[in-house]
């Protein structure tokens, strides 16, 4: 197995604060992790580190066996390390097409490279591309403030993917999305993401989709780790089920089809 | 890249052609109105650019006046030839614009328009209080030649809107093809989401650098025009922050739809203030202002927008037309 990600000694302080502390994980490639935790457990924290928008206090961080400590967001985007957001980050006075296309422009494009047209039919190809793995092709011709919150979270995971990646970061790819909606987002992501064989990494807090689209979870309580399993030991673990995600839930709902 | 037909390329290219053909026509004073159109417009380009990418500089005369000053500096050394100082004035805007960027492009709104203008007034500073620069009086600017050729009577000045014009409709084109460019259309992006600029895996702030650098060669070149056309430099007339207002102003009675519109509002701009000169010299001040008050109010995005306007207009008029038949 090739190793993807790894994370090692990992600390986060703002002033006195810690916001993450002895974070040790390492990803595989294929696996789909799932990160659970209350809110300000560090988990977007986390996220912001490995991604080079905050600088870690201590601590290595290695994608594909490369030190990226240090490194703009930009710069780990290049090496095939992405992310969408919690509120989708697009251009809102534009068309879903023109947001693909300019994603598509910035990825494919650098140099004396980017004073080439930005309009090319083969680019426009691999726009309605994606467009269509991502299921939402009918809203080519919207402009992106118009969407439906669950089409613009689409349309940012779409963006953030057009450089096929080699491990991709969801921070809550269905937060602001109805129950009966949630599950065929999923769908509709984890599909697309399968196709383009990207490791997932996702912040969730609807067990039910934890226990559904992944097969380990890392649950952050106060800027630590406190389990790194596999999705049903860390659903039956005490620790886990004190600090995240409370006595009452009973794991096993989504076979029984309580979410259909 | 012209899958379709390019409307604004033919459009300046229509434009270039019927300026030639004016050129012949044009009695002194107007050619004088044309070539400061000219100049004001190539600046104005500039500020579309930055405009698009979501700033606005409240001092681009500092780059106006590098480009003017430039002239008349190479001038003292017996330089008059005006393909040379073309190349040099804004060779050198355009140097000091990367040089600044390196410091503007942290910011933005009106930290940016306000740190330009600061930049300007210090460049006023020095020209005002150095003698060897000619202080307030500024410096005189001789004939210029082309090539070693130096055209006599008429003929100079014509050669002259000539230069100006082709230059003009070569930076224009330029922009336009840069705007569509993955590069240019980053503008919106910038403006949009920095963030997801940055994700996508480039920098914002480089992003913002190139176009200021584009900017302060266009104001630069506009300079050189103007300190050729006018014949003389000052700070007043140059380097003054009101200069730069008056690029704001084209650039909002323009708007930022077209680099063509650019050059009809530098033209309309141009117009305004000479005939509010003429016909009103006490409150000639307070017309343009009433004129910037009617564009905002009535088309905020500009001279372009009139066009849009009237074609919803016409397909207003032309869905009722079809409802009142279906009626009948």
Redesign the interface.
């Known amino acids: 197995m090739t190793r993807v990600l790894e994370v090692h000694d990992l600390e986060k302080k703002f002033g006195g604060v810690v916001a993450a502390h002895d974070i040790n994980v390492t990803v595989d490639v294929g696996e789909n992790i799932g990160i659970i935790g209350a809110n300000g457990a560090g988990k977007t924290t986390f996220v912001n580190m490995v ?1 080079g928008y905050l600088p870690p206090s201590s601590g290595r961080i290695e994608f594909m066996g490369k030190s990226v400590v240090g490194l ?3 710069d780990v ?2 090496l095939g390390l ?2 969408s ?1 919690q509120v989708p ?6 068309t879903v097409f ?1 947001n693909m ?3 598509y ?3 494919e ?1 650098s140099g004396l ?9 083969a680019r426009e190809a691999r726009v309605d591309a994606q467009l269509k793995r991502y299921q939402i092709s009918e809203y080519r011709d919207a402009t992106a403030s118009a969407l439906p919150q669950g089409v613009r979270k689409l349309l940012d995971i779409a ?2 993917t ?2 096929n990646p080699k491990l991709v970061m969801l921070d809550e790819p269905t937060s602001g999305i109805s129950a009966e909606e949630k599950f065929g987002l999923m769908d509709i992501i984890m599909q697309a993401l399968k196709e383009e064989e990207t490791t997932v990494m996702f912040i969730e807090h609807d067990m039910e989709i934890v226990e559904r689209f992944v097969n380990r979870v890392w649950a952050f309580y106060q800027g630590e780790i406190i389990c790194d399993a596999t999705t049903a030991e860390a659903m039956k673990d005490e620790k886990v089920r004190e600090f995240v995600i409370g006595q009452e839930y009973h794991p096993g709902h989504v076979e029984g089809g309580a979410h259909a | 890249m012209t899958r379709q037909f390019d409307r604004t390329f033919w459009g300046l290219t229509a434009g270039l052609l019927f300026l030639f053909v004016l050129n012949l026509f044009l009695e002194e004073w107007m050619r004088t109105i044309g070539l400061q159109s000219l100049s004001r417009g190539l600046v104005a380009v500039g500020l579309l650019i930055l405009w698009r990418t979501g700033l606005v500089s409240f001092g681009h005369a500092l780059f106006f006046g590098f480009g003017a000053y430039t002239v008349a500096l190479m001038q003292i050394v017996g330089v008059n030839d005006i393909f040379v100082l073309m190349f040099c004035g804004t060779a050198v805007a355009g140097l000091f614009a990367f040089l600044l960027g390196f410091l503007l492009r942290q910011y933005r709104a009106i930290f940016f328009a306000l740190l330009n203008m600061a930049f300007s007034m210090i460049l006023y500073g020095v020209l005002a209080k150095v003698e060897s620069l000619g202080s307030t009086d500024g410096i005189g600017i001789n004939q210029i030649t082309y090539l070693g050729l130096k055209p006599e009577g008429e003929g100079y000045r014509m050669a002259l809107f000539v230069f100006a014009a082709v230059f003009a409709y070569i930076a224009a084109v330029g922009a336009h093809w840069y705007l569509k460019s993955t590069l240019g259309m980053m503008t919106m992006a910038v403006r949009e989401n920095e963030i997801r600029v940055e994700y996508l895996g480039y920098s914002a702030e480089r992003a913002i650098h190139v176009k200021y650098v584009i900017s302060g060669l266009l104001a630069g070149a506009g300079g050189v025009i103007m300190a050729i056309t006018v014949g003389h430099v000052d700070p007043e007339s140059m380097v003054y922050w009101i200069v730069s207002g008056d690029f704001v102003f084209i650039t909002i009675l323009s708007g930022t739809g077209n680099v063509g519109a650019t050059f009809i509002g530098a033209l309309v701009y141009e117009l305004l203030r000479t005939y509010a000169f003429e016909f009103a010299p006490q409150i000639w001040q307070l017309i343009l202002g009433g004129s910037l008050l009617f564009i905002i109010m009535f088309l905020p995005d500009g001279l372009w927008s009139i066009r849009s306007e009237w074609r919803n207009r016409r397909n207003l008029a032309a869905a009722a037309r079809s409802e009142t038949q279906v009626a009948e």
Do not use: N, W, Y
């Open positions: 991604t703009k967001p930009r985007t290049k992405c992310r957001f980050q697009v251009f809102l006075s534009e023109d296309l300019v994603a422009g910035i990825a494009r490279g980017l004073f080439t047209p930005l309009h090319t039919e963006m953030a057009v450089r």
